[in-house]
């Protein structure tokens, strides 16, 4: 039988942070991992930590594409900063304490009717700060849309794919025209830091930088709004009737 002991160790978390961690909800696979980066860290009286995947699964019983996701929105979320300290391979962690900067997503809400009841065939579903609305009886163009609030990963990885020569930015413009969407529409931050990376790795292979892009950014699209829905909305994955990013993007190219 358990019996847990505070002589046998703790955890020395302020109560202002206690607080307004309370006052959040973070996804819980996501959880699960800062739960782990304050074990390693705080835990041991330490700001930084080097942490690698195989401790993350080992302590949460993640898989490690789940601990991968994870650690890449806590870093969207501004709750954790990684850095490589020492020049070593595997990144330090630390928990970012200034809790008035963090960008949780938004708590899953419920449309409701004038007396407050809920509608049965209207769901929407906030998805890392993306919204999505899913009207079964009404097929549409469900894709997320973003905060305006600009993202510094998001930025700096375009900033460095456009220094290297290829303009990120113009490319994203014109995959915005060519699919009708807004100038305040942007696509989901997962998917253009996997755009900049496929960059950053086939950059010498690319002959035709507007094909190349638009495959890319169709594939990850596509792939992003797949663990959505596995992960958010099992439901809906046959037959919802909201259209992926890949799909619109196919509606796009026929509109050139």
Not at 10 to 25: D, G, H, Y
Not at 29 to 48: H, M, N, P, S
């Amino acid at each position: 039988m358990a019996n847990p002991q505070k002589e046998n160790g703790f955890i020395p978390i302020s109560t202002e942070f206690w607080e307004a961690w309370l006052k959040v909800r973070v996804p819980g696979e996501a959880e699960q991992v800062l739960k782990t980066i304050v074990r390693k860290t705080w835990g041991f009286g330490k700001k930084w930590d080097r942490i690698s995947t195989s401790q993350f699964i080992e302590s949460t019983r993640l898989s490690r594409r789940s601990v991968e996701r994870s650690r890449r929105n806590l870093r969207t979320w501004n709750l954790i900063t990684t850095d490589k300290k020492d020049g070593s391979y595997v990144l330090s962690y630390t928990v970012n304490k200034d809790y008035e900067t963090w960008k949780l997503p938004t708590k899953k809400t419920h449309s409701t009717d004038k007396k407050g009841g809920k509608l049965p065939t209207k769901m929407q579903h906030t998805i890392d700060n993306r919204y999505i609305t899913i009207d079964k009886n009404q097929p549409q163009a469900a894709a997320p849309c973003e905060e305006l609030k600009e993202n510094p990963l998001v930025k700096e990885a375009m900033d460095q794919v456009l220094k290297a020569g290829f303009n990120i930015y113009a490319m994203v413009s014109k995959a915005k025209t060519s699919m009708k969407q807004p100038k305040d529409w942007r696509f989901p931050d997962q998917v253009i830091l996997k755009v900049c990376d496929a960059y950053n790795k086939e950059k010498d292979k690319i002959k035709e930088p507007w094909p190349w892009f638009i495959t890319v950014l169709r594939r990850e699209s596509e792939s992003w709004f797949a663990e959505q829905n596995i992960a958010q909305a099992q439901t809906y994955k046959k037959g919802s009737g909201a259209l992926s990013l890949a799909e619109i993007l196919k509606q796009g190219q026929r509109n050139e």
